[in-house]
């Protein structure tokens, strides 16, 4: 199988994401998709949150790529930092000179000595956020290992030390405040697979616009845009999405390709009303390529789909690792928000004011959209 990366930007910034060691590069698309009258779809959608010993302060010294040994731990979360216990009794470490804790700003390392033997104790690749790697604590209590961690953002509750699955979905609503997510791309398969799972982990209300659309019509999408047309889906879409508009707590899964509506650049007022996820399928050969092609995705502007928040770029596509797109999909949200912590807010705003289009520059109420005078910024 050929290897598989992802990556992801942003408006602010954009990362790379944890790759899987190998994915089929098999593509999903579904081509075709159908009509009802406005107002009647309309009305049909409408209807439907100790004393310490030893004390030893040390910045990082080296790094290892040894596998992390599994070990039992206590993790607090505390005002402004977090603490890790480790039991080390049964270890036989004579002194604290035997142990080595060495921290950056998103990884954790932990080896002790014993018998004569340097063992790898917890090896954390990624932290669940930064943290300020030189004002790191630890120290020996009794039989316990005692590692302070000083946060970077000291308001973000950490769920756990670190950016798994179980801790990003715990970890990520927090951030999300009970704005939906809107996942668009060129596959509807795609788009609803990884919808489903990050509303499964978060606890949100999963929807398929296509559900929806079948739901209310009795027929298939592909039946829908054989005899109607690509462009009547996709103003059909529109109707739902503004109907699921002022919906909280829900990850809204899109029409993909040209029948969806997050295609067409002039029917984005609805999706702005939560955080848009850009899945693209892409051709680049490694992680680094498909980042940079991620950034030139958000700064070119020539596709729609640009308008997303964040663009997550796949080198291959296995439903089998529909969760690893998912985690990198939170972890993406996760950064967005972190770097603008009023964008929930805004979102809401934009919301309440009724979604008239004007994201993301807001109007003030009673703006009305119709006019030409362009909304305050």
Not at 107 to 115: C, E, F, P, V, Y
Not at 123 to 129: E, G, Y
Request: aromatic share 6%; glycine share 6%; proline share 5%.
């Amino acid at each position: 199988m050929a290897a598989m990366s992802i990556a992801a930007a942003t408006t602010c910034c954009s990362s790379p994401f944890p790759s899987n060691p190998s994915w089929h590069t098999t593509s999903y698309s579904r081509a075709t998709r159908l009509p009802l009258p406005r107002p009647a779809l309309r009305r049909s959608l409408l209807a439907a949150s100790p004393p310490a010993r030893r004390l030893r302060i040390r910045p990082r010294t080296s790094a290892s790529a040894s596998p992390a040994t599994s070990h039992d731990y206590e993790f607090t979360d505390g005002n402004g930092e977090v603490e890790l216990r480790l039991d080390i009794g049964k270890l036989g470490i004579e002194s604290s000179r035997d142990v080595f804790v060495d921290v950056d700003d998103m990884s954790l390392l932990i080896r002790a000595k014993s018998d004569g033997t340097l063992r790898t104790l917890m090896n954390v690749t990624t932290l669940f956020d930064r943290v300020k790697s030189s004002e790191t604590i630890w120290f020996i209590d009794e039989e316990q290992l005692v590692v302070n961690l000083k946060k970077v953002e000291q308001e973000l509750k950490w769920p756990d030390i670190d950016e798994s699955w179980k801790s990003l979905t715990s970890g990520i609503t927090q951030l999300l405040a009970g704005i939906s997510i809107h996942i668009v791309g060129d596959s509807t398969d795609i788009n609803e697979l990884v919808a489903k799972e990050i509303a499964d982990g978060i606890g949100y209300l999963p929807v398929c616009t296509s559900e929806l659309l079948e739901s209310v019509t009795q027929k298939s999408i592909d039946t829908w845009a054989a005899s109607e047309g690509a462009d009547s889906v996709a103003e059909a879409e529109y109707v739902v999405l503004e109907s699921l508009s002022s919906h909280v707590r829900t990850v809204v899964a899109t029409l993909g390709g040209k029948q969806g509506a997050a295609s067409r650049f002039d029917r984005w007022q609805y999706l702005h009303s939560g955080f848009t996820v850009w899945l693209s399928v892409s051709d680049a050969g490694d992680e680094a390529s498909a980042k940079e092609e991620a950034r030139r995705s958000v700064s070119s502007g020539t596709v729609a789909y640009a308008k997303a928040d964040v663009v997550v770029k796949l080198g291959g596509w296995d439903p089998e690792y529909t969760r690893a797109v998912a985690q990198g999909c939170l972890v993406a949200l996760k950064q967005l928000t972190l770097a603008d912590k009023k964008l929930a807010g805004k979102k809401s705003l934009y919301v309440r004011l009724g979604c008239r289009g004007d994201w993301p520059n807001i109007g003030p109420p009673g703006w009305d959209p119709e006019s030409d005078a362009p909304p305050a910024i």
